[in-house]
């Protein structure tokens, strides 16, 4: 992932705090965006949701939302953006929490700069991958938009090694009305793969498993 396209949120209601971070981070990731909120509900409106970042993530703003709402709302939207939360009213039950739900990690405040630094490192690392993974499921549902309905009908099949004959009479049986012979089966299967760039059975189950489909 280019850093330039990796965004760095503040999210605290304390103004020094913001500051302060935001210095750290534009001195340390110069490449790298760096911007900060006031609110849980600036961050939730201003923010890109659905783009990689790390968030720095106050547990307890006052008046507004709490840090542990912004994170469940990013949780339901599904949003890839990775959360170090970063507080001086946390407890360990509500820390364990959040780091069972996904967060990287908990410090409290104040910190020293060298393990804020590290607890960020780890975050873009976690962006990274998510950011990969996205990109090659989006890939991946690119080429499967190629394959037509028939052969979605006959990938399953093909994934679980089953011959072109018997996957023939098979589909033959569940739609008398649509007869279907082993030779276009064959045709089917060679065209499947073309267009999903992969060389056999085993990597269209892994293909079809890894992309629920």
Same mark, same amino acid.
């Given at each position: 992932?280019?850093?330039?396209?990796?965004? =760095? +949120?503040?999210?605290?209601?304390?103004?020094?705090?913001?500051?302060?971070?935001?210095? =750290?981070?534009?001195?340390?990731?110069?490449?790298?965006?760096?911007?900060?909120?006031?609110?849980?509900? *600036?961050?939730?409106?201003?923010?890109? =949701?659905?783009?990689?970042?790390?968030?720095? @993530?106050?547990?307890?703003?006052?008046?507004?939302?709490?840090? @542990?709402?912004?994170?469940?709302?990013?949780?339901?939207?599904?949003?890839?953006?990775?959360?170090?939360?970063?507080?001086?009213?946390? $407890?360990?039950?509500?820390?364990?929490?959040?780091?069972?739900?996904?967060?990287? $990690?908990? =410090?409290?405040?104040?910190?020293?700069d060298e393990h804020l630094m590290e607890a960020v490192e780890q975050a873009?690392?976690?962006?990274?991958?998510? *950011?990969?993974?996205?990109?090659?499921?989006?890939q991946a549902l690119q080429r499967w938009a190629k394959v037509t309905p028939?052969?979605?009908?006959?990938?399953?099949?093909?994934?679980?090694?089953?011959?072109?004959?018997?996957? *023939?009479?098979?589909? $033959?049986?569940?739609?008398?009305?649509?007869?279907?012979?082993?030779? $276009?089966?064959?045709? +089917?299967?060679?065209?499947?793969?073309d267009k999903l760039e992969l060389a056999n059975s085993n990597e269209l189950?892994?293909? @079809?498993?890894?992309?629920?489909?």
């Amino acid at each position: 992932m280019n850093p330039k396209n990796l965004n =760095l +949120y503040i999210v605290d209601d304390d103004e020094a705090v913001r500051r302060s971070l935001g210095s =750290l981070l534009l001195a340390r990731l110069p490449d790298c965006s760096v911007k900060t909120f006031a609110s849980g509900e *600036a961050f939730l409106e201003g923010a890109n =949701l659905d783009g990689s970042g790390v968030v720095l @993530l106050d547990l307890r703003m006052e008046p507004g939302i709490s840090g @542990l709402e912004v994170f469940a709302a990013l949780q339901e939207r599904t949003s890839p953006l990775v959360v170090v939360f970063l507080s001086g009213h946390g $407890t360990l039950p509500v820390a364990v929490r959040a780091m069972q739900e996904g967060a990287v $990690t908990w =410090l409290e405040k104040p910190c020293k700069d060298e393990h804020l630094m590290e607890a960020v490192e780890q975050a873009k690392a976690r962006a990274a991958g998510i *950011a990969a993974a996205r990109r090659d499921r989006h890939q991946a549902l690119q080429r499967w938009a190629k394959v037509t309905p028939r052969e979605k009908q006959v990938a399953p099949l093909v994934a679980q090694g089953m011959s072109s004959k018997v996957a *023939a009479q098979l589909l $033959t049986q569940q739609a008398p009305a649509k007869p279907i012979n082993w030779r $276009t089966v064959d045709n +089917y299967r060679a065209s499947i793969f073309d267009k999903l760039e992969l060389a056999n059975s085993n990597e269209l189950l892994v293909f @079809l498993r890894d992309n629920g489909l």
